[in-house]
C-alpha cells in the first residue's frame, strides 16, 4: 500500500497522466498496464488521460513506441521500432476505457501484420511492416490474446 500510495503521489504529471518515472514527464507506454493489472480501475481520470496520452503521443505510423528515445536516455544508440507488445496493450487499455471503436480498428490493424505462419514478432517497423527484433515473441502473443479477449468483450457487452 505504500507503494501505491508513493505512485499516485509523485507518478502523475502535472497535466494528469503517469509519468515513465519520477523525474520526467516523459510517457512510457507500459503505464497502458495500470488499467489491465487493475493497479486503478478504467474509469479513473488519470488512467483515461494517460491512455488517450499515448494514443496521441506515443505512436508512429499508428503503432505504439515504447516511448520516445528524444526523451529517454535508456543507453541504448539510435531508434527503436514500435513494440508490438505495447500496440496489443493499446488495444485492451482502449477497450477498457470505452473506446471500442479505436481498439477494434487498432487490432484489425495489428492483426494484418502477422506473418505468414501467423507469428509477431518484437517490434515492427512502423513504415514498412517488417517484423525486428526477437522472432517469435512470445510476450506479443500473450499481448494479442489479451488484446482480442477485450476487443470480442467489448462487441458481446455492446450486443455485436
Known amino acids: 500500500e505504500e507503494i501505491r500510495a508513493d505512485i499516485l503521489a509523485?507518478?502523475?504529471s502535472e497535466?494528469?497522466?503517469?509519468r515513465q518515472h519520477y523525474e520526467t514527464d516523459a510517457l512510457d507506454a507500459s503505464t497502458l498496464l495500470i488499467p489491465l493489472v487493475r493497479f486503478l480501475p478504467p474509469d479513473d481520470e488519470r488512467v483515461k488521460a494517460t491512455v488517450l496520452a499515448i494514443a496521441s503521443e506515443?505512436?508512429?505510423?499508428?503503432?505504439v513506441l515504447r516511448y520516445r528515445v528524444e526523451e529517454t536516455d535508456d543507453g541504448l544508440s539510435g531508434?527503436?521500432?514500435?513494440?508490438?507488445?505495447?500496440?496489443?496493450?493499446?488495444v485492451s487499455a482502449l477497450s477498457e476505457?470505452?473506446?471500442?471503436?479505436r481498439a477494434t480498428q487498432l487490432?484489425?490493424?495489428?492483426?494484418g501484420h502477422a506473418s505468414p505462419l501467423g507469428l509477431y514478432a518484437e517490434e515492427l517497423e512502423a513504415r514498412t511492416g517488417r517484423?525486428?527484433?526477437n522472432y517469435p515473441q512470445?510476450?506479443?502473443?500473450?499481448?494479442?490474446?489479451?488484446?482480442?479477449?477485450?476487443?470480442?468483450?467489448?462487441?458481446?457487452?455492446?450486443?455485436?
Not at 138 to 160: D, R
Open 10 to 12: 509523485r507518478g502523475v
Open 15 to 18: 497535466r494528469g497522466v503517469f
Open 58 to 63: 506515443l505512436l508512429e505510423n499508428g503503432y
Open 79 to 90: 531508434e527503436e521500432g514500435t513494440f508490438l507488445i505495447c500496440s496489443f496493450w493499446l
Open 97 to 101: 476505457i470505452g473506446e471500442a471503436e
Open 107 to 111: 487490432c484489425e490493424r495489428l492483426l
Open 131 to 133: 517484423h525486428l527484433g
Open 138 to 160: 512470445a510476450f506479443t502473443h500473450l499481448a494479442l490474446i489479451n488484446a482480442v479477449i477485450h476487443v470480442i468483450s467489448q462487441e458481446e457487452a455492446a450486443g455485436a
